[in-house]
Structures are given as C-alpha cells and as structure tokens.
C-alpha cells in the first residue's frame, strides 16, 4: 500500500534534472527548442535546463538576428555580464537560413558565440561581401566542427 502511495504522489515537476536532460539527448537538435518550450509550458516547475533553448539557435528572417544579437548583449542585472557570457556559451549550433541577413550583424554575433560546433551561413548577393566573409574568419573558430556556406548566383 506505501509503494502505491508513492507513485501517486510522484508529478512530473518532482523528476530529477538527470532525467529530462537524459530523455532531451535523444530528441534532433532542430526540434529542441520547440520540444523544452512545449515541455517547459506543460511541466512549468520541471527543473529543465534554459540552455536546451539556446542550444540550436535558427535564424529564418533578418530581424531574429537582430533580437538574438540584443538579447545576448542586453545587461538585466547586476550579474548580466555573466549571464550574457552564459547564454552565448549555451549556442553550440547556428544557423543562418535567409538571403538577406544583414552581413555585419552576422559579424558582430559570431564571436559571441565561444563554443560554436556547427555554423551555417546562407549568403546572398546583396547581404554579404568577400570582405565580410573574410571578417568572419578572422577569429579562428576552436570548437567548429562543421562549416557550411551556401552562395545564392
């Protein structure tokens, strides 16, 4: 009768961390995001980390680089410079998928991404110029892993 009573009082907001980590591993990184926002609106007391959010970032139109940009440099508080360094250090894949992203923008949010394992880059003819690519370089990139550049004629 107790060993009942314990899995009824069990909710799935008492799960350990160790756990939701464990089931997150195995879930693609292009549905990560959306996968521990449904999980995070469903469960809102689950100990389930905010790095997962920031884990795949995908920017699909030229303003999310912009938003991403201000929200990894805004200050909160009297701890922002290390959240700041926190939340850009979470970022281990990114993704520009939009022709018209604005190049320098592009520019000044790459680097702060410290741990960047995999970089994705559409480039377009009127956003980007031999001299902003050559920029993006400039800085060697030590946990890139994978590197795609896509070149619209």
């Known amino acids: 009768m107790g060993l009942c009573?314990?899995?009824?009082?069990m909710s799935f907001d008492n799960l350990p961390t160790e756990l939701y980590d464990s089931i997150l591993s195995h879930v693609p990184s292009s549905h990560l995001q959306q996968t521990v926002l449904s999980v995070t609106r469903a469960i809102p007391l689950s100990p389930v980390s905010h790095s997962y959010l920031f884990h795949s970032i995908r920017i699909t139109y030229p303003a999310q680089a912009i938003f991403l940009y201000r929200r990894l440099r805004q200050k909160r508080s009297f701890?922002?410079?290390?959240?700041?360094?926190?939340?850009?250090?979470?970022?281990?894949e990114f993704s520009i998928e939009s022709w018209s992203v604005d190049a320098d923008v592009i520019l000044n949010l790459v680097p702060l991404l410290p741990?960047?394992?995999s970089l994705n880059i559409w480039i377009g003819p009127d956003n980007f110029t031999p001299?902003?690519?050559e920029g993006l370089f400039v800085k060697p990139f030590l946990e890139l892993k994978h590197l795609s550049l896509r070149f619209r004629p």
């Open 131 to 133: 001299e902003h690519l």
């Open 115 to 117: 741990n960047l394992q």
């Open 79 to 92: 701890r922002a410079d290390t959240a700041r360094k926190e939340t850009a250090a979470w970022v281990k």
């Open 5 to 9: 009573n314990v899995f009824i009082s």
